[in-house]
């Protein structure tokens, strides 16, 4: 392959979303609008059936998946697991986008796409890793917080840090006021990250 075509190639995606889908929806409007070049959104999933995301990815004509994690509460592993992975392979994917999943992601998934899964989660970590990290910071004292985009290892929240984007904390803020100020540096964040990851900036193996 000359260098051409390797740098005209895009990265094939997957998101994995549990509910709202806005991180994922603001990705596909980005390439769309053509703001984000380079990416090619080709698979979501999603843990969750009724996950309003499904129907926003439908509109955008990407395959969009429910699968059932049964018996399985907080984790992906087993039967699903093994779907999960057979339809990754179908697509082509090389780079799989955790956006919202609001599940554990296991060794044969991790393995198999091994420092090719990136997640966001609403803190600056290391602080408040794990569910309603929004909440930690309030309940904290924290004077900030933010996002992170980082790659998944089988820790929770725990693998390296990509990037981060910081908001401040004001006395009145709370759960809910502190969720929408990060949000809104979530959507620039990760559509940031992606075309950094599409311009060879941050690595990924095999892309
Ligand atoms: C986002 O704030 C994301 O960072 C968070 O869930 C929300 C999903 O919103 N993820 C986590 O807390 C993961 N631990 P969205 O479905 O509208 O993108």
């Known amino acids: 392959m000359g260098l051409f075509s390797k740098l005209a190639k895009n990265i094939n995606v997957a998101i994995f979303i549990s509910s709202r889908g806005s991180n994922m929806e603001v990705i596909l409007k980005n390439i769309e609008t053509s703001k ?10 999603s843990d969750n059936e009724d996950a309003k995301g499904l129907s926003i990815a439908r509109k955008y004509n990407v ?3 429910y699968i059932d994690p049964a018996p ?11 779907k999960v992975i057979k339809m990754l392979q179908e697509e082509n994917i090389e780079l799989v986008c955790l956006a919202g999943f609001m599940r554990m992601v296991k060794q044969n998934f991790v393995k198999a796409y091994e420092g090719r899964i990136i997640n966001i989660h609403p803190s600056i970590l ?15 004292n924290a004077k900030e917080s933010g996002c992170t985009v980082h790659f ?14 910081k908001v401040k904390i004001k006395k009145d ?12 540096q979530e959507y620039i ?3 940031k990250v992606l075309q950094d990851i599409a311009n060879g900036k941050v690595k990924i193996p095999n892309i």
Do not use: W
Not at 72 to 82: M, N, S
Not at 152 to 165: F, H, N, P, S
Not at 173 to 184: C, R, T, Y
């Open 189 to 191: 964040l990760y559509s």
């Open 36 to 45: 984000l070049k380079g990416i090619n959104v080709r698979l979501v999933i």
């Open 72 to 82: 399985f509460k907080t984790k992906l592993e087993g039967l699903a697991e093994d």
């Open 63 to 65: 395959r969009s998946e």
């Open 152 to 165: 998944v290892d089988l820790g929770m929240d725990t693998g390296r840090i990509i990037a981060q984007r």
């Open 173 to 184: 803020d709370d759960e809910k006021s502190l969720s929408k100020k990060i949000i809104k």
């Open 126 to 140: 290391p602080n408040f890793k794990g569910i309603k990290a929004q909440k930690q910071a309030i309940e904290a």
